[in-house]
T-cell receptor, first 112, second 107 residues
Framework: KAGVTQTPRYLIKTRGQQVTLSCSPI?????VSWYQQTPGQGLQFLFE???????NKGNFPGRFSGRQFSNSRSEMNVSTLELGDSALYLCASRSTVVDTQYFGPGTRLTVL | KNEVEQSPQNLTAQEGEFITINCSYSVGISALHWLQQHPGGGIVSLFM???GKKKHGRLIATINIQEKHSSLHITASHPRDSAVYICAVSESNQFYFGTGTSLTVIP
């Protein structure tokens, strides 16, 4: 089985722009979670989608949003980018059969 | 206030040593997770625990629900174990992460 894939792997944007990141889960996995990792704050949970519905949400402003499609692929959008949004964004898919998360390689976003 | 505290922050060991990383948490949890992150960012989920003990190869994870404490043990450590180990807890709709323990195993 292919692992979790994320595109793009690297991205440079400027303040005020918006960005969309994509995550394709492992085939058969219906849960996709998104995380932000920064040197200062470490790993932080953004949100989780299951069967196209947001199931859980972390403490992030409304500029951070996401969605999940019927094929379980998920996108994360950040609007009005700020310098502090520079981070590694990780997604993870989870199997309901074996309750383990599988992480993608991440998208490294730099905001200038 | 950090909901999840890990110790030590940094750890250097000689190859073959027994290693213990500790995690304490302050919230009620549904599960505790141990993650491994190698340089370059890739994260691997090692264990998910809600009680007792789990073993996978040279890795052992234990949890004490009453004391709100978990340990990750690595037996016969190897340089390829060098990574950051992150403890995370899930509670209701939230996930909380520790700041990680950076482990370096010297040959």
């Amino acid at each position: 089985k292919a692992g979790v894939t994320q595109t793009p792997r690297y991205l440079i944007k400027t303040r005020g722009q918006q960005v969309t990141l994509s995550c394709s889960p492992i085939s058969g996995h219906r849960s996709v979670s998104w995380y932000q990792q920064t040197p200062g704050q470490g790993l932080q949970f953004l949100f989780e989608y299951f069967s196209e519905t947001q199931r859980n949400k972390g403490n992030f402003p409304g500029r951070f949003s996401g969605r999940q499609f019927s094929n379980s692929r998920s996108e994360m959008n950040v609007s009005t980018l700020e310098l502090g949004d520079s981070a590694l964004y990780l997604c993870a898919s989870r199997s309901t059969v074996v309750d383990t998360q599988y992480f993608g390689p991440g998208t490294r976003l730099t905001v200038l | 206030k950090n909901e999840v505290e890990q110790s030590p922050q940094n750890l250097t060991a000689q190859e073959g040593e027994f290693i213990t990383i500790n995690c304490s948490y302050s919230v009620g949890i549904s599960a505790l997770h141990w993650l491994q992150q190698h340089p370059g960012g890739g994260i691997v989920s090692l264990f998910m625990l809600s009680s007792g003990k789990k073993k996978h190869g040279r890795l052992i994870a234990t949890i004490n629900i009453q004391e709100k404490h978990s340990s990750l043990h690595i037996t016969a450590s190897h340089p390829r174990d060098s990574a950051v180990y992150i403890c995370a807890v899930s509670e209701s709709n939230q996930f909380y992460f520790g700041t990680g323990t950076s482990l370096t195993v010297i040959p």
